[in-house]
């Protein structure tokens, strides 16, 4: 149980493109869904808190209207990354809180590598 | 406000204990554990309420000192495949977010 599927895997993309970035609970409804951005050796950085039927909260420093994410469903969460460009390459990874959960607990997606050249 | 983690890294023999800690200078409501394979998505290991408490399952277990605002992660008779890097998270006491440690570094070697 607690399956979170994120999709691409893999984008490489060039400068000045948007990507969009889909992550989905497969087994359970997610009321609440975040984005996090991980670079090398680095630990995971929150981005965004997104929440099924409202705007999502970014966090300080991010751009709301470079990284759009929309929350469409209790189990479909999106990131758009707008524009991007090759400083946006990193690792990105969401993750779904169960809407009948456990003291906020979290289940990662696989990732999405994203290269823009 | 981020947890900080030590040590920073650690490298093991098959079979050799560890012990991962993880403080944080705000009063805690819960802490969890994850591991993290390289290039991949941490994956959920345990969480400790609030309340003082061990958990475990395996050869992995941790423990949550309330007062302290410290949790321990112990690993066992470590085997090849807890190699990774190994992230607490917390969330303190009337707050809504996780917040992860900068993470600790495990390598088991044979």
């Known amino acids: 149980g607690a399956v979170v599927s994120q999709h691409p895997s893999w984008v490489i993309c060039k400068s000045g493109t948007s990507v969009k970035i889909e992550c989905r609970s497969l087994?359970?409804?997610?009321?609440?869904m975040f984005w996090y951005r991980q670079f090398p050796k680095q630990s995971l950085m929150l981005m965004a808190t997104?929440?099924?039927?409202?705007?999502?909260?970014?966090e300080q420093g991010v751009e709301k209207d470079k990284f759009l994410i929309n929350h469409a469903s209790l189990t479909l969460s999106t990131l758009t990354v707008t524009s991007a460009h090759p400083e946006d390459s990193s690792f990105y990874i969401c993750?779904?809180?169960?809407?009948?959960?456990?003291?906020?607990?979290?289940?990662f997606g696989p990732g999405t590598r994203l290269l823009v050249l | 406000q981020q947890p900080v983690q030590s040590p920073q890294a650690v490298i093991l023999r098959e079979g050799e204990d560890a012990v991962i800690n993880c403080s944080s200078s705000?009063?805690?409501?819960?802490v969890h554990w994850y591991r993290q394979k390289h290039g991949e998505a941490p994956v959920f290991l345990m969480i400790?309420?609030?309340?003082?408490e061990q958990k475990g399952h395996d050869k992995i277990s941790a423990s949550f000192n309330e007062k302290k605002q410290q949790s321990s992660l112990y690993l066992t008779a470590s085997q090849l495949s807890y190699s990774g890097t190994y992230f607490c998270?917390?969330?303190?006491?009337?707050?809504?977010?996780?917040?992860f440690g900068q993470g600790t570094r495990l390598t088991i070697n044979p």
């Open positions: 087994d359970f409804q997610a009321t609440t």
């Open positions: 993750s779904a809180e169960p809407t009948k959960g456990f003291e906020k607990t979290q289940y």
């Open positions: 997104s929440n099924e039927g409202s705007k999502a909260t970014y």
């Open positions: 400790l309420l609030k309340g003082g």
């Open positions: 705000k009063a805690l409501y819960s």
């Open positions: 998270g917390t969330v303190i006491q009337g707050a809504q977010k996780l917040v």
